[in-house]
């Protein structure tokens, strides 16, 4: 399994027979999230959703290259667009981990394959949109790729529950921030691309949550500590990008991804919907780590409540300046 506790609380080396047992054991229920998914998905086409008509040649084709002017957005709007695009560029990284922790055969290879394709239209949509649109300097959005993707996927958190427990959240949140940023573009086309692929993470969040919850019936203390574990040190994808830091500020300023966002419509959601403060099939590790997870949980939406008490005192400061 993942790593876990002994009773003591100290630390034992995953097994990685269970983890291999445990893997087959879900393969019947990858199968069927499969099946479930490819009935409820809606294909599209990142070509639709894409405004052709308001592109021009940049300089190397006689045209003119991008100069601030270009763009009306608001930094903390472009930001996230550059933020979720580049985290869409890493899909390769992504795709390597997911191989080498669920295994490139049968239904789980099949599910990674179906998963990538599908997450690739939301970068080639956003780049298409981005550049045509000339919402972003491309310039800039290019050596911030290069440079992204150079430094890897940061690789996959752990086993195989983990895995699951991190993609769960993780799909959650993304799904969060696209649909987020694109309600702050202003731009109803942006908008309608941006909640397109929000509804593909969506679903894609789902076949997780589904088979995380599987994995709890099988292994329950194993699952717990591994939820423990992500939630505790819970980390967005793209955070190895140039400028995510101050990216990442400037977006929760904004109110497209917060702290408040991540435990109220993330954290919250998913730990509610397999029932993890209602369970009764935890051991001695797994209780220890529900309880943990509970006052970590806890001290979040502390957290996050004066997070937003100080943003509001601060926009009403900077609200006060500009009457001023």
């Known amino acids: 399994m993942t790593p876990t506790e002994t009773t003591t609380g ?50 190397l084709l006689g045209g003119a290259d991008w100069v601030p002017g270009d763009t009306a957005l608001d930094p903390a709007v472009r930001a996230a667009l550059v933020v979720n695009l580049l985290t869409e560029d890493n899909l390769p990284g992504y795709h390597g981990d997911f191989t080498r922790t669920l295994g490139p055969d049968a239904a789980w290879g099949e599910w990674t394959n179906r998963w990538t394709a599908e997450e690739a239209r939301h970068g080639i ?10 919402a972003v300097d491309p310039v800039d959005l290019e050596q911030r790729r290069l440079a992204h993707m150079a430094a890897g996927s940061g690789g996959a958190p752990g086993g195989l529950l983990e895995t699951l427990a991190y993609v769960t959240f993780q799909e959650l949140a993304t799904r969060i921030s696209h649909r987020n940023t694109g309600v702050a573009t202003g731009c109803p086309i942006a908008e309608q691309l941006l909640a397109r692929i929000a509804a593909d993470e969506n679903l894609h ?39 995510f830091a101050r990216f990442s500020a400037m977006i929760a300023m904004a109110g497209i991804y917060d702290l408040p966002l991540h ?3 993330v954290l919250m959601p998913v730990l509610r919907h397999l029932r993890i403060l209602e369970r009764t099939d935890f051991g001695a590790a797994g209780e220890a780590a529900r309880e943990e997870l509970a006052r ?29």
């Open 263 to 265: 435990h109220e419509k």
């Open 125 to 134: 949509a956003l780049r298409d949109y981005l550049v045509v649109t000339r």
């Open 10 to 59: 100290t630390p034992r080396l995953p097994d990685p027979a269970a983890e291999s047992a445990l893997l087959h054991e879900l393969e019947p229920v990858v199968a069927e999230n499969i099946d479930r998914h490819l009935t409820v998905v809606r294909d599209w086409n990142p070509h639709d959703y894409v405004p052709w008509s308001r592109g021009r040649d940049y300089a």
């Open 205 to 243: 969040m789902l076949f997780y949550r589904n088979l995380l919850e599987a994995a709890l019936d099988r292994a329950p203390d194993d699952a717990m500590i591994a939820i423990r574990n992500v939630v505790l040190d819970f980390r967005m994808p793209g955070e190895n990008q140039p400028g």
């Open 296 to 324: 970590f949980v806890d001290e979040l939406a502390q957290r996050a409540a004066h997070f937003t008490a100080r943003r509001e005192e601060r926009l009403a400061r900077l609200a006060h300046r500009a009457s001023a």
